[in-house]
């Protein structure tokens, strides 16, 4: 029997057809989980051979994922990387200079771009963009900075880094939460994805811990496993033994809800490690938090996705700036989602196996500090002003102990015109090219204490009893009796 169909029945057909393309576009996008220590360093997991510390469940991620043994932060200190990971570019192109500084609201974050894609998304726990400084404090309901205002539906957040039994912000609300900082942020996580797991809009969740980060406090039972160390170091590793099982909880959840084997699931740190704190932070490598030195920026990676990535150890140089362009590639955004220039790549093609060099060098930039990675060689300087280079093969030497500047000068000089080449194109952007009209709408404001400011002002009374505060109050009272100097 022969079929004929009208004109109107074919496009009604072909519509429906289209409609399920896209429905199964849709069911097919990734949940996608990032989750961020704060002062975590290189060295500290199981997995790299820590003598002390256990971090089975990073462990058994890192097992099921795809390890990177050579993932950079963004920057040395945390409000950067945080700047960086939020937008694919080096945060001095954003207007996040260092800690405290807030992020410029002409930027185009990821969560933004998610959201227009039909994501539903997510913040819970340091925000650090604001641009305030001290102790961590419930982010404001209308904070024209806070998680809100960058593209997130839901938030539990803080201004900074937090620790035990904290103060928090349910998007505007002030709820007091008991237990270690990092098992409350992924329980408000948990939260948010339970109610979403069943929806038709894939999530978007944004874990960012207040540990290790100083001041150190960690749950009696977790600190006793450290008991022969010195306190600061006792409660610093307790700390870590809560993040790690938190990250227990998160993956056993993910699989309690049915989605871990289309989860993009992300681990990092916002920069390397602490110096102070015995044993070692950084895994034998030079520098510290603070620094362009390895130890200051390279800080353990971690991408686990069953449904597409094959499990291994990858030593492809990686950064924080890379995760928006590799989401957008996975997802399909539009072109226009990410604000040009972009630092990072998309790292896609690295979940199927090994891509051979990276197609774009890392570049940082931090207060005086500048250092260039070129795969396996990098450039640094700690005084772009001075401009004396230090030149290092990071695949023979990663601890960076012999200055390789004056034996390779043709090397030296290629690898110092591309870091002069990053700094000028980071310069423009942080005048303001990248935006309309070639400049910035608003100025950039300065960083402050938030218990120096207006908005904080009606919380300090009933704050300053509170352990994590009590301090910081005192200081202001006693700067605000001290006399004022009259100028010269």
């Known amino acids: 029997m022969k079929l004929t169909f009208s004109t109107a029945t074919i496009f009604a057909l072909l519509g429906c057809l289209a409609m399920a393309v896209v429905a199964g576009a849709a069911e097919s996008r990734p949940h996608i989980i990032f989750v961020m220590a704060d002062d975590m360093g290189w060295g500290q997991t199981g997995y790299r051979g820590h003598p002390r510390l256990k971090t089975p469940h990073l462990d058994a991620m890192a097992a099921n994922g795809l390890r990177f043994e050579r993932f950079y932060a963004g920057g040395p200190v945390c409000s950067p990387t945080r700047a960086s990971v939020l937008t694919g570019r080096t945060h001095d192109r954003t207007g996040v200079l260092s800690h405290g500084y807030a992020l410029r609201r002409q930027e185009r974050t990821i969560a933004q771009s998610l959201r227009a894609a039909g994501y539903v998304t997510g913040h819970f726990g340091k925000w650090h963009l604001s641009g305030y400084r001290g102790p961590g404090a419930p982010v404001l309901r209308d904070d024209p900075r806070g998680p809100g205002a960058f593209g997130f539906d839901t938030w539990t957040s803080m201004t900074n880094f937090f620790d035990r039994d904290p103060l928090m912000s349910r998007q505007g609300e002030f709820v007091e939460l008991n237990g270690d900082s990092s098992e409350i942020a992924v329980d408000e996580a948990v939260a948010f994805l339970e109610r979403h797991r069943g929806g ?9 811990y207040g540990s290790p980060h100083s001041p150190f406090r960690a749950l009696e039972a977790d600190r006793a496993l450290f008991s022969d160390l010195d306190d ?22 993910l699989r309690e809800f049915g989605m871990a084997e289309n ?15 015995e044993p070692g932070t950084v895994g034998g490598l030079r520098g510290h938090k603070g620094s362009v030195f390895e130890g200051g920026l390279r800080v353990p990676g971690i991408i686990e996705w069953p449904a597409a990535i094959q499990p291994r150890v990858t030593s492809h ?21 990410l604000l040009r220039p972009v630092d990072g790549v998309s790292l896609k093609p690295l979940f199927a196996g090994e891509t051979g060099p990276r197609t774009a060098p890392l570049g940082f930039r931090y207060a005086k500090k500048a250092a260039l990675i070129d795969n396996g060689h990098k450039i640094l300087t700690e005084d772009l002003g001075k401009g004396v280079f230090h030149v290092y093969d990071l695949e023979t030497d990663p601890n960076e102990t012999t200055d390789l500047s004056a034996s390779q000068p043709e090397l030296t000089a290629r690898l110092r015109e591309a870091l002069l080449a990053f700094d000028a194109s980071v310069s423009a952007s942080f005048a303001g090219r990248d935006y309309p009209g070639g400049a910035l709408s608003e100025p950039d404001p300065d960083p402050v204490s938030w218990h120096e400011t207006e908005a904080y002002r009606p919380y300090l009374e009933s704050w300053k009893s509170r352990r994590e505060y009590g301090s910081t109050m005192e200081l202001q009272a006693k700067r605000a009796k001290e006399p004022k100097k009259s100028p010269n």
């Open 200 to 208: 038709k809009q894939p999530v978007f969740a944004v874990i960012w």
């Open 263 to 277: 989860t993009m699931l992300v681990f990092c740190s916002d920069n390397g490690g602490l110096p102070g704190i």
């Open 232 to 253: 600061a170091s006792a409660d610093h590793y307790g700390e870590l033994v809560a993040m790690d099982r938190s990250i227990g909880t998160l993956r056993a959840k």
């Open 317 to 337: 140089p990686a950064c924080v700036t890379d995760l928006f362009p590799t989401v957008a590639d996975i997802v399909g955004l539009p072109d226009d989602a």
